[in-house]
């Protein structure tokens, strides 16, 4: 009796009505082709007629060897190879040096031809792989060839990064709804966007990084910007000019064709300076030129189209000229971080009501002269108070200020005050709300009407006594 060439099963002779053997053993032999499973040990070995007649072959198991299983040639069939090892080995099914390596802890579906064993889909392992055996080498990205899978090493993904390796001329292309947006060559990124103003647009033609410095030149329809990592400075280059029109660097902001204003702050201070020429601030449309002390602080100066500066928020004046607003008291425009005097400095020292004092250098001039128009007063009366008694009770004295030890002549204010308080300002012992004293001072304007009036009562008993002195002088003999 004969058997069949895969599974050798009794075969019965052509027109017989039996096996002419046991049943039993063929039907066993056909189960186990249908779906048994046969367990292979982890050594290398030629499978046997009871091991390769099951549909699965089955290994487990530590392993870290290259274990090769070797189905007779000439026999044909089709198995699953239950790989489920752990380890760094391998497991191959091979016929005629022709094989399969069955991935650890999958399933791998081969067939034998007698002449070698193949993935299911008749595609050899390692030629490319085909159907679910994936193409190319460890970490190829898998993508569709005619149907099958393939795999290159210029197209990898390792766990972490997408790679293009491998060739010079090789073009990554970017497409969305059909429309080319972008592509890569060589070391050059090119980008290609719709409508000029909704972003990035044109190609960025260069991408370099030498060590040293690093760029990336971004053209669109006429214009080109380049930007120049030096690792201190970064340069913007506009319409392929060879000189950058802005820099970024440690000094600040640099800007213009010869990066000569330039904007920085310095951790306290911010600073606006230019290394040419003059620095102009202009404003469209004969606009204010307006000084904030933050982006929606206070306002602390204003220029205005007619060349007029005010310090302080008030209005621009009609005319030109230096226009501020000045607190109730205090120094002005003094020399020096503590407002020291300086000894060619012009000054002027408000000290409250009409009370302004001139200062040339170290020399007080006294009192600016104060408006005494009448278009400008009500309620004028004559003096009718005394006044030669009131002089009569001031004290002039010699004395010289702390500060510059000049002697001079005067009166104290506070003892002025007693008998004149039009002619003073504050009071004796104020102090400032800074916990500095608040220094009294002399109005002259009251001083000199005071004055005026005593000479005028002197005036007046003169001319009573020379009245007096006539008329004796009429009755001597």
Request: charged content about 10%; glycine content about 12%.
């Given at each position: 009796?004969?058997?069949?060439t895969?599974?050798?099963?009794?075969e019965?002779?052509?027109?017989?009505?039996?096996?002419?053997?046991?049943?039993?053993?063929?039907f066993?032999?056909?189960?186990?082709?249908?779906?048994?499973?046969?367990?292979l040990?982890?050594?290398s070995a030629?499978?046997t007629?009871t091991?390769y007649?099951?549909?699965?072959?089955?290994?487990s198991?530590?392993?870290?060897?290259?274990?090769?299983?070797?189905?007779?040639?000439?026999?044909?069939?089709?198995?699953i190879?239950?790989?489920?090892?752990?380890?760094t080995?391998?497991?191959?099914v091979?016929?005629?040096?022709?094989?399969?390596?069955?991935?650890?802890?999958?399933?791998?579906t081969?067939?034998a031809?007698?002449?070698?064993v193949?993935t299911?889909?008749?595609?050899q392992?390692?030629?490319g792989?085909?159907?679910?055996?994936p193409?190319?080498?460890t970490?190829?990205?898998?993508?569709?060839?005619?149907?099958?899978?393939?795999?290159?090493?210029?197209?990898?993904?390792?766990?972490?990064?997408?790679?293009?390796?491998g060739?010079t001329?090789?073009e990554?292309?970017y497409?969305?709804n059909?429309q080319?947006?972008?592509?890569?060559v060589?070391?050059?990124l090119?980008?290609?966007?719709?409508?000029?103003?909704?972003?990035?647009?044109?190609?960025?033609?260069?991408?370099?990084?030498s060590g040293?410095?690093?760029?990336?030149?971004?053209a669109?329809?006429?214009?080109?910007?380049?930007?120049?990592h030096?690792?201190?400075?970064?340069?913007?280059?506009?319409?392929?000019?060879?000189?950058p029109?802005?820099?970024?660097?440690?000094a600040?902001?640099k800007l213009?064709?010869?990066?000569?204003?330039n904007?920085?702050?310095d951790?306290?201070?911010?600073?606006?300076?230019?290394?040419?020429?003059?620095?102009t601030?202009?404003s469209?449309?004969?606009?204010?030129i307006k000084?904030?002390s933050?982006?929606?602080?206070a306002?602390?100066g204003?220029?205005?189209?007619?060349?007029?500066?005010?310090a302080?928020?008030?209005?621009s004046?009609?005319?030109?000229?230096?226009?501020?607003?000045?607190?109730a008291?205090?120094?002005?425009?003094?020399a020096?971080?503590?407002?020291?005097l300086?000894s060619?400095v012009?000054?002027?020292?408000?000290?409250?009501?009409?009370?302004?004092?001139?200062?040339?250098?170290?020399?007080?001039?006294?009192?600016?002269?104060?408006?005494?128009?009448y278009r400008?007063?009500?309620?004028?009366?004559?003096?009718?108070?005394?006044?030669?008694?009131r002089?009569?009770?001031?004290?002039?004295?010699?004395y010289?200020?702390?500060?510059?030890?000049?002697?001079?002549?005067?009166f104290?204010?506070?003892?002025v005050q007693?008998?004149?308080?039009?002619a003073?300002s504050?009071?004796?012992?104020?102090?400032?709300?800074?916990?500095?004293i608040?220094p009294?001072?002399?109005?002259?304007?009251?001083?000199v009407?005071?004055l005026?009036?005593?000479?005028?009562?002197?005036?007046?008993?003169v001319?009573?006594?020379?009245?007096e002195?006539?008329?004796?002088?009429?009755?001597l003999?």
């Open positions: 009796m004969t058997t069949t895969n599974k050798s099963l009794n019965p002779a052509i027109g017989s009505s039996s096996w002419g053997g046991p049943l039993n053993d063929n066993t032999y056909i189960d186990a082709a249908l779906g048994s499973s046969t367990s040990s982890l050594t030629t499978l007629l091991q007649r099951s549909l699965i072959l089955s290994v198991g530590a392993n870290n060897a290259a274990i090769v299983y070797t189905i007779p040639a000439g026999i044909g069939g089709q198995w190879v239950s790989n489920q090892t752990t380890g080995g391998t497991i191959t091979t016929q005629s040096g022709i094989g399969v390596a069955c991935t650890n802890g999958k399933h791998t081969v067939y031809s007698g002449a070698g193949y299911a889909d008749d595609w392992s390692g030629g792989g085909g159907g679910g055996s193409g190319g080498s970490n190829a990205i898998q993508y569709n060839t005619s149907g099958t899978f393939g795999g290159s090493a210029n197209f990898t993904y390792d766990g972490t990064n997408v790679n293009q390796i060739s001329n090789a990554l292309k497409t969305i059909n080319l947006t972008g592509a890569s060589a070391s050059s090119y980008l290609t966007a719709g409508t000029v103003g909704s972003g990035i647009y044109g190609s960025l033609s260069t991408w370099n990084n040293t410095n690093s760029y990336m030149q971004l669109g329809s006429s214009a080109v910007a380049i930007i120049n030096g690792f201190t400075t970064h340069n913007f280059y506009a319409l392929n000019l060879s000189t029109y802005a820099q970024l660097g440690t600040g902001l213009g064709s010869s990066l000569a204003l904007i920085y702050h951790g306290s201070n911010a600073y606006y300076t230019t290394s040419t020429g003059d620095t601030f202009s469209p449309n004969a606009s204010l000084f904030v933050a982006p929606s602080g306002q602390r204003t220029l205005d189209p007619n060349g007029n500066f005010c302080g928020n008030i209005p004046q009609a005319s030109s000229g230096i226009y501020s607003s000045i607190a008291s205090g120094v002005f425009n003094r020096g971080a503590t407002g020291a300086g060619t012009y000054n002027i020292e408000f000290l409250g009501g009409s009370n302004c004092h001139l200062w040339v250098g170290n020399s007080d001039f006294g009192q600016i002269s104060t408006t005494s128009d400008l007063k009500k309620d004028v009366t004559t003096t009718i108070i005394p006044a030669l008694d002089v009569n009770r001031l004290r002039p004295v010699n010289a200020f702390k500060y510059d030890s000049i002697p001079r002549e005067g104290i204010a506070h003892e007693e008998v004149i308080p039009s003073v504050y009071n004796k012992d104020d102090m400032a709300s800074d916990g500095k608040q009294q001072s002399l109005n002259i304007a009251p001083l009407a005071v005026t009036k005593a000479i005028q009562e002197l005036s007046e008993e001319s009573a006594l020379r009245t002195l006539d008329a004796v002088k009429s009755k003999p």
